[in-house]
C-alpha cells in the first residue's frame, strides 16, 4: 500500500489514528463481538455462554423453525438472490404475495416490501418532500429519519421530544405548503411510544402528512402484534390517509427488510418516487417467505406475545428493589425496549462490564446515539427469555448496583 514513493508527503489520512485515539479517550470506542445463537435468548459470545438482552427479536422468531423451514423451502425454489431491482426482474412472487399479506396484517390499502429498514427511511422522506417544504421531526428519532430529513433537502423543524403544542406552533407558523411529520411509533433509546391519534390530529388540522416508523411496535404493539396503529385502533376503515406505515422486518418478525404501507394512492407515489426501491436489488423471495411465515407465527401463536408481556411486567416490577440506592432511571415504557439511564459513559461501561463478568449481555448506548450524559443500558426483553432469565438480570443489576460500594 505504501509502494507509490510519490505519495510521501503530509495528509489528513494521518491525522486518523489520533482521531480514533481521542474516542477510545471518550469511551466512545465501539467494539463488535462474534456470536453464535444457542438456546433461547442464549448467545456463544467470542467463545462463551452469555444470556442476551441486546437483541430486537424480540419474539425468538429468528430461531423459529417455521421460519427457517419457509426460508429454506424459499431458496429451494427461488434461489438465494433476487437478482435485480422491482422494478425490473427482482420483484418475484414471494415478494407480491407478501406486499399483499403485510397491507393485510396492518390493515392498510397497500404495503410494499424493502431490503432494509435504514434505506427505506432516508429513501421515503426525500419521495414525500422536498426543497421549499417543511419536514417536523422528533428530537428522539432513529437516525435513518434524520438523514432521510437531510437528503430531503426540506426545511426541517425539530421539536422537543413528544412536545407537540411546540409541534403545533412550529407547523401553524410554517408558510410551507406540503408539511410532513415524522416519528419513530416506538422510540428505540428510550422505548416510549408516540401519541398517534394527537399527532393524526394536527396533521388533519394543518394539512400535512405523518411517517411514522413502528419498527419497534410491528409484532409487539396492538392485537396480535398488528402494529402501532392498531394498538390505537386507527387501521381499516378508521385509518387516516394522511398516514405512512413504515415497519422493519428484522426485529419482532425475525428476519431482514422493511415496508411502508398506507392508501393506495401514497403507496403507489412511493413506488414511482422511492430511489432506494428503484436502485437496489429486491430483497430476496426467501426472506419474504420467512417474513410470510413470521405473520403466520404473529397470528398462530399468541402465547410468544404473551410471554414477552409477562417477561416487560416481571422485569419492571422488580426493578425497583434492584436498582434501590441508585441515581439510575428506568425510563417508563410497556414495550420489549427498557432504558436504564445511568449518566456518564464510563458508568454506563462499568455497569455493562459487571452484568459481562456475570454472563448477562446487555449493551451500553452513549452519544451521540443517545444525548450527552444519558448514557444508559438498553435492555431487549423477549419472548425468548424464561421467567429464570428475567430474575438472573434483576439479580446482576442489583449486583451491579451495590458494586462501587464494595469495592
Ligand atoms: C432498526 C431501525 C431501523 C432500520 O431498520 P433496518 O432494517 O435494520 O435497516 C429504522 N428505524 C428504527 C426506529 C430502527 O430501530
Same mark, same amino acid.
Given at each position: 500500500m505504501t509502494s507509490d514513493t510519490h505519495d510521501l508527503g503530509p495528509s489528513w489520512l494521518d491525522e486518523i489514528p489520533q482521531r480514533l485515539a481521542a474516542l477510545d479517550a471518550a469511551h466512545l470506542t465501539r467494539r463488535r463481538r462474534e456470536a453464535r445463537p444457542e438456546d433461547g435468548a442464549w448467545l456463544r459470545v467470542d467463545g462463551r455462554r452469555m444470556l442476551a438482552f441486546?437483541?430486537?427479536d424480540y419474539l425468538g422468531l429468528s430461531q423459529h423453525p417455521a421460519l427457517r423451514e419457509a426460508a429454506i423451502a424459499g431458496a429451494r425454489r427461488y &434461489?438465494?438472490?433476487?437478482? %435485480?431491482?422491482p422494478m425490473v426482474s427482482g420483484h418475484s412472487e414471494a415478494n407480491a404475495a407478501l406486499e399483499r399479506e403485510l397491507a393485510e396484517f396492518v390493515g392498510l390499502e397497500r404495503a410494499l416490501y424493502f431490503y432494509a429498514g435504514y434505506a427505506t427511511n432516508a429513501s421515503i422522506v426525500p419521495a414525500l418532500v422536498g426543497p421549499g417544504d417543511a419536514l417536523f421531526s422528533d428530537a428522539l428519532n432513529h437516525a435513518c429519519l434524520i438523514d432521510g430529513a437531510r437528503l430531503s433537502k426540506a426545511t426541517i423543524h425539530r421539536f422537543e421530544h413528544a412536545d407537540l403544542a411546540q409541534l403545533d406552533a412550529l407547523m401553524q407558523a410554517s408558510p410551507a405548503r406540503r408539511k410532513l411529520v415524522i416519528s419513530d411509533a416506538?422510540?428505540?433509546?428510550?422505548g416510549d411510544v408516540a401519541d398517534i391519534p394527537a399527532l393524526i390530529a394536527l396533521c388533519e388540522q394543518h394539512d400535512a402528512l405523518l411517517l411514522l416508523d413502528d419498527a419497534h411496535g410491528f409484532?409487539?404493539? &396492538?392485537?396480535?402484534?398488528? %402494529?402501532s396503529l392498531a394498538a390505537v385502533g386507527?387501521?381499516?376503515?378508521?385509518?387516516?390517509?394522511?398516514v405512512v406505515y413504515m415497519a422493519t422486518?428484522?426485529?419482532?418478525?425475525?428476519v431482514a427488510g422493511a415496508f411502508v404501507a398506507g392508501s393506495q394512492v401514497l403507496v403507489e407515489w412511493l413506488l414511482q418516487k422511492t430511489r432506494s426501491y428503484t436502485f437496489a436489488t429486491a430483497a430476496p423471495a426467501m426472506l419474504a417467505e420467512g417474513v410470510r411465515a413470521a405473520l403466520r407465527v404473529f397470528r398462530d401463536e399468541p402465547a410468544r406475545l404473551a410471554q414477552l408481556q409477562r417477561n416487560i411486567a416481571r422485569f419492571r416490577a422488580g426493578m425497583p428493589a434492584a436498582i434501590e440506592?441508585?441515581?439510575w432511571t428506568l425510563l417508563?415504557?410497556?414495550?420489549a425496549v427498557q432504558a436504564l439511564v445511568i449518566g456518564a459513559n464510563d458508568d454506563a461501561l462499568r455497569v455493562m462490564q459487571s452484568l459481562a463478568d456475570a454472563g448477562l449481555w446487555v449493551p451500553a448506548i452513549r452519544p451521540p446515539t443517545v444525548?450527552?450524559?444519558?448514557?444508559r443500558l438498553r435492555i431487549a426483553l423477549s419472548a425468548a427469555h424464561a421467567e429464570d432469565d428475567i430474575d438472573a438480570l434483576l439479580r446482576g443489576l442489583a449486583q451491579a448496583a451495590r458494586g462501587p460500594r464494595d469495592a
Open positions: 441486546c437483541s430486537n &434461489g438465494v438472490g433476487s437478482g %435485480g431491482s416506538v422510540f428505540s433509546m428510550d409484532g409487539v404493539c &396492538g392485537p396480535q402484534g398488528r %402494529g386507527r387501521t381499516g376503515a378508521r385509518a387516516s390517509r394522511r422486518l428484522g426485529k419482532a418478525a425475525g440506592g441508585t441515581p417508563p415504557s410497556e414495550t444525548a450527552e450524559g444519558s448514557a
